[in-house]
């Protein structure tokens, strides 16, 4: 059930909320500010906690991306090399034992 739970988080942060965001920033973009860009008009304020939300939620979908791309990486060489002979034994894996 938790798990369930947090892919439904993860799936809204990811499809859900960034084009919100983008979609509330283009709409208030040239809005009638009551001060010139000032830090107390809440539109700019939460135009701003916007632009930096997708900006977050852009660099962890490119670590994502880029994690689970050198992971595909590294199963294929292994899979590669497993077809033209076992070149990744060790001597853990054969168990040798190098005491005698
Ligand atoms: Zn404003």
Redesign the pocket.
């Known amino acids: 059930m938790h798990k369930r739970l947090i892919v439904f988080a993860l799936l809204f942060c990811f499809f859900v909320v960034p084009p919100l965001e983008a979609a509330f920033i283009s709409i208030h973009a040239d ?1 009638y ?3 010139e ?2 830090e107390s ?4 304020v939460t ?1 701003h906690h916007a632009g930096n939300l997708l900006k977050q939620i852009r660099d962890a979908a490119s670590i994502i991306f880029f994690a689970g791309a050198g992971l595909f990486a590294v199963t294929v060489a292994r899979k590669k090399l497993e077809l033209f002979g076992n070149y990744l034994t060790t001597l853990v894996d054969v168990k040798a034992r190098m005491n005698n």
């Open positions: 809005h500010c009551v001060v860009y000032g008009c809440p539109v700019c135009i």
